[in-house]
Antibody
Framework: EVQLVESGGGLVQPGRSLRLSCAASGFTFDDYAMHWVRQAPGKGLEWVSGISWNSGSIGYADSVKGRFTISRDNAKNSLYLQMNSLRAEDMALYYC??????????????WGQGTLVTVSS | QSALTQPASVSGSPGQSITISCTGTSSDVGGYNYVSWYQQHPGKAPKLMIYEVSNRPSGVSNRFSGSKSGNTASLTISGLQAEDEADYYCSSYTSSSTWVFGGGTKLTVL
């Protein structure tokens, strides 16, 4: 059974940093692309970032480019999102999601339950 | 990276069919066959319903179907059931090597 468990969310002040993690199990992690998607309270889904199986292809939404960094450790079956210079508009539930293929252009077939990031002074 | 355009809401009676549209540009929906649809019930994580425009993942009912014409993709749900009531989001790969979602459509089963 595919499982994706996010962690690392919490309350952080504007301008500070936070690192999210996603522990994956139930599939061969290094065969698939991975993504982060967020959802602000009461709002729609927003794709944040994605990474191919070997980290060779990485993409970011314009809203986070230059502030967020996605990475993965295939030896640890883990996905990460380093979030710097956090803003109030970054406050959301952050989902980790698995791609259907190894490449960045792969849809998201399994999702975690999310970790909540609150940005407030 | 403008969001794809979806109707805010659609509704239908049990047994009926409904279609949700998703309009983008030649740089996303019109340029790639990497269009997907997600169902989200309140308080739950999204679920993939359609990928690569018209493919259904294993376990998804064949009442759900997808198509695309030009810059507009569509999700059709036939034989509406009460459990189909949810938010639906389309998504497309883009020429910037990113993904973009639609604003979401709330489906109400009357």
């Amino acid at each position: 059974e595919v499982q994706l468990v996010e962690s690392g969310g919490g309350l952080v002040q504007p301008g500070r940093s936070l690192r999210l993690s996603c522990a994956a199990s139930g599939f061969t992690f290094d065969d698939y692309a991975m993504h982060w998607v967020r959802q602000a309270p009461g709002k729609g889904l927003e794709w944040v970032s994605g990474i191919s199986w070997n980290s060779g292809s990485i993409g970011y939404a314009d809203s986070v480019k230059g502030r967020f960094t996605i990475s993965r450790d295939n030896a640890k079956n883990s996905l990460y999102l380093q979030m710097n210079s956090l803003r109030a508009e970054d406050m959301a539930l952050y989902y980790c999601a698995k791609g259907v293929r190894w490449e960045l252009s792969s849809e998201l077939d399994y999702w975690g339950q999310g970790t909540l990031v609150t940005v407030s002074s | 990276q403008s969001a794809l355009t979806q109707p805010a809401s659609v509704s239908g009676s049990p047994g009926q069919s409904i279609t949700i549209s998703c309009t983008g540009t030649s740089s996303d929906v019109g340029g790639y066959n990497y269009v997907s649809w997600y169902q989200q019930h309140p308080g739950k994580a999204p679920k993939l319903m359609i990928y690569e425009v018209s493919n259904r993942p294993s376990g998804v009912s064949n009442r759900f179907s997808g198509s695309k014409s030009g810059n507009t993709a569509s999700l059709t749900i036939s034989g509406l059931q009460a459990e189909d009531e949810a938010d639906y989001y389309c998504s497309s790969y883009t020429s910037s090597s990113t993904w973009v979602f639609g604003g979401g459509t709330k489906l109400t089963v009357l």
